[in-house]
């Protein structure tokens, strides 16, 4: 065998082990033994940094274990260290979303749409927090732009059911309904 093929037979066997590990944290984790979950996907992130699946599972693992502190400072941390692209910035918003860590979720979502400024996801989950923080005209539109881009389009039936929302929210809080 070649030195190319051993490598590549240990680089497919390296990412297997990754995998295992990653699933094992998984099970571990719907199994509430987070402590346990949280070693798996360290492991993982450490060899691969930009797994958002392992970095979503540490920080959940984190905080069901009462170490929200250590999982928003790992998200700060990677937020600082972050490649400037689409991808990277899209997985680390996600990871945000699911924790509800809006700040800085918010502020990635920014960096995000200064690069692609009408990515429709980007707008509505903008809007979501704007809407949370009863920041109502901001979120009607951020709303309103992804209608604009795209009436028709596949994102345009979420767009108008938050603007539906938001309104009869807003309706509410003012005691019109």
């Known amino acids: 065998m ?13 990412a297997e082990a990754l995998r295992r590990k990653l699933e094992q944290g998984i ?15 360290r492991k993982v992130i450490f060899a691969e940094p930009e ?4 970095l979503k599972g540490l ?12 999982a928003t400072e790992l998200l700060d941390n990677r937020a600082a260290t972050l490649a400037e692209t689409p991808a990277a910035l899209s997985d680390l918003i996600g990871v945000c979303l699911a924790i509800e860590y809006f700040d800085l979720a918010e502020s990635l979502l920014r960096r995000l749409l200064e690069i692609e400024p009408s990515d429709p996801v980007a707008l509505l989950n903008l809007a979501n927090i704007c809407e949370r923080r009863n920041e109502v005209q901001q979120a009607v539109d951020l709303v309103s732009k992804v209608i604009e881009l795209d009436p028709a389009g596949g994102r345009a039936s ?6 539906g929302r938001i309104l ?3 309706a509410q809080g003012a005691g019109e309904i």
């Open 27 to 41: 099970r571990l984790q719907a199994q509430d033994r987070h402590d346990e979950a949280v070693s798996r996907f």
């Open 2 to 14: 070649s030195g190319l093929a051993k490598r590549r037979d240990k680089a497919s066997s390296d």
């Open 51 to 54: 797994n958002a699946a392992a």
């Open 168 to 170: 009869a929210n807003q």
């Open 158 to 163: 979420d767009a108008y059911g938050a603007l």
């Open 59 to 70: 920080v959940q693992s984190l905080i069901a274990t009462q170490r929200a502190a250590q």
